[in-house]
């Protein structure tokens, strides 16, 4: 019998047993089922209004997820699993909704057998093991260094998305940005940050074909005095710096009394001195170009154009950072301190630009630059703005396969040979865990069944033939094309997945999948909104209610 509904008081509730597993597994599936059509090559889009009226075209698992507002619990945390999905490895945030989905799905025949849910758990933890190593006998190593081999798996990766329609250009933007930033620890271990110094800038105008990797940066800045100072400059030496070229003005409020006339000239002179002075450190170097974070006074700017020296002031501290890579320069705190070592001098050639009705200032032509900036044009936000997601996860797969250079195959082939290996395994254990292993084994086919669903073909035939292939746990590349819905050869066709994204979603699926089962008892702190009219809630004590009224008690308000 399901455990009944217990009313702690009038704002805490409490629902236990089994109903708490069913309501879990079926909010779960609810959320799998909302992103199932936008897995693989022919997958539909989905058109989201964001809570700012705006309006977002995507067949991202992240970003359709990232827009529900879902007031179920368990609901809300199979969304957070597709974030950590992204953060983590950038990729697979669809198949990793589909599969906690199935393992739940397949869990809830255990629980109506009245399985406890430890024994479930324990078995989806071994055939994680299981298939995490069945996993490293199929995975290829590859050389980093073969562009085309590195370009085919980018691009077997981001098959799926809105932008394969475009050919390789995705592909080669996120090869290249990602090699630019790749920094070399030693030990065969390299390091790629892609969210600090990769700047994806987007300019609605023009064809998405002008998009390019700039090995350099660019930004949405002129030079403070535009008549005076050059616009273009070949082979700069620039200073960069994150301290104000102005007068210091006092942290409080500051009353100075003057009791002679002459004292105020030479107040104002002490502050011309001060900011002279400042100019003069930075000119003893000799720069071409100067860039400040903070302010810089019109006196200053008088001083630089008089030495023809360039300025730029009020820059982002990122932007900074990222010049600073490119070009080899150092960001300063005081003038005083500049030494020649500080000045950057890697960079090729600085311009300004006007591109539709706005300045960008490009720090390009960089010699060895560790940052970059990817310039996207097309024809609106909305476009561009689906391309910068396709593009950050072109550039995480690129990521993955610099830090760990090994593939397994796609099409759902991978998950097939993982499903064949469980199930031959599953007839030497013994016990009660047996049946949930087998149903484990069985869970991982819900990726190529959900590519053959949304291919179009007839999915019971082309299930069972694959099935087949990979019974006796031969055939290991054999898969579905998501785009014809043939089975093939994943080699012949290069579909390709980075191990380091397969191994993530099954390990964040099943990890989940066993969080969810683990929830015995929803207990909600919410007050619940009372009828219009009704006096005060009564002091009573806990009451148990039957389980006819469990059915009305509303958990969580709407």
């Keep these: 019998m399901n455990a009944p509904v217990v009313v702690l008081s009038d704002s805490v509730t409490r629902e236990s047993g089994s109903k708490v597993h069913h309501a879990n597994i079926q909010a779960s599936k609810a959320v799998a089922d909302v992103i199932r059509t936008t897995l693989g090559p022919r997958s539909m889009l989905k058109m989201l209004l964001d809570a700012s009226g705006g309006i977002v075209v995507t067949n991202d698992g ?6 529900l507002d879902v007031a179920h619990p368990a609901a809300k945390s199979m969304i957070e699993l597709s974030r950590t999905q992204d953060e983590e490895v950038g990729d697979g945030t669809t198949s990793v909704i589909i599969l906690a989905g199935e393992f739940l799905h397949v869990a809830e025949a255990f629980i109506n057998k009245k399985y406890h849910p430890t024994i479930i758990c324990r078995a989806y933890v071994n055939a994680l093991e299981d298939s995490i190593s069945a996993l490293d006998k199929i995975a290829m190593s590859i050389d980093v260094n073969d562009r085309a081999t590195m370009l085919d798996l980018v691009k077997s990766c981001i098959g799926t998305k809105f932008t394969s ?25 390299r390091e790629v940050d892609i969210k600090k110094y990769i700047k994806v800038e987007k300019i609605p105008g023009g064809q998405l074909e002008d998009s390019k990797v700039l090995r350099g940066v660019m930004f949405n800045k002129d030079v403070v005095a535009p008549g005076k100072m050059r616009r273009k400059i070949l082979s700069p030496r620039i200073i960069l710096l994150d301290c104000p070229l102005e007068y210091k003005k006092g942290e409080n409020q500051t009353n100075a009394e003057l009791l002679r006339e002459e004292d105020w000239g030479v107040l104002l002179k002490m502050e011309e001195e001060y900011i002279e002075n400042l100019c003069m450190q930075i000119l003893k170097f000799k720069p071409d170009i100067v860039i400040t974070e903070k302010g810089l006074s019109d006196l200053a700017c008088h001083y630089f154009s008089k030495a023809g020296v360039s300025a730029i002031r009020r820059l982002r501290k990122t932007d900074n950072n990222r010049i600073a890579k490119a070009c080899g320069a ?8 500049l030494q020649e070592s500080d000045v950057g001098t890697g960079c090729g050639l600085f311009e300004v630009k006007k591109i539709a009705d706005e300045f960008f200032a490009f720090i390009v032509e960089c010699k060895d630059p560790k940052a970059c900036t990817v310039l996207l ?12 997601r396709n593009l950050q996860d ?26 064949a290996a469980l199930k031959q395994k599953s007839s030497s254990i013994e016990g009660i865990e047996k049946w949930p ?3 484990a084994a069985l869970a991982f086919e819900a990726i190529p069944r959900t590519l053959a669903q949304n291919c179009g073909v007839n999915v019971i035939r082309t299930m069972t033939a694959l099935q087949g292939k990979h019974a006796n746990g031969e055939n290991s590349w054999i898969g579905i094309d998501g785009s014809t819905g043939d089975i093939v050869d994943m080699r012949e066709r290069k579909i390709w997945d980075a191990y380091n994204v397969k191994a993530q979603t099954f390990k964040t699926a099943i990890e989940a999948a066993c969080m969810i089962l683990r929830i015995d008892d929803i207990v909600s702190g919410i007050k619940k909104r009372q009828a219009p009219g009704s006096g005060p809630p009564s002091q009573s004590k806990p009451k148990l209610e039957d389980e006819g009224d469990a059915d009305n008690e509303q958990m969580i308000p709407e």
């Design 62 to 67: 992240n970003a359709i997820l990232r827009e």
């Design 165 to 189: 329609q475009f050919g390789d250009l995705i592909a080669d933007l996120a090869l290249d940005a990602t090699k630019i930033v790749g920094v070399d620890l030693g030990q065969g271990l």
């Design 330 to 337: 150092v960001v300063v705190n005081r003038p005083d301190e």
């Design 377 to 388: 044009r097309g024809a609106s936000k909305d476009l561009l703005n689906e391309v910068e």
């Design 394 to 419: 072109a550039m995480s797969v690129s990521r993955n396969i610099l830090k760990n250079p090994k593939l397994v195959p796609g099409g759902g082939a991978a998950e097939l040979t993982v499903s």
């Design 437 to 439: 292993y087998e149903a």
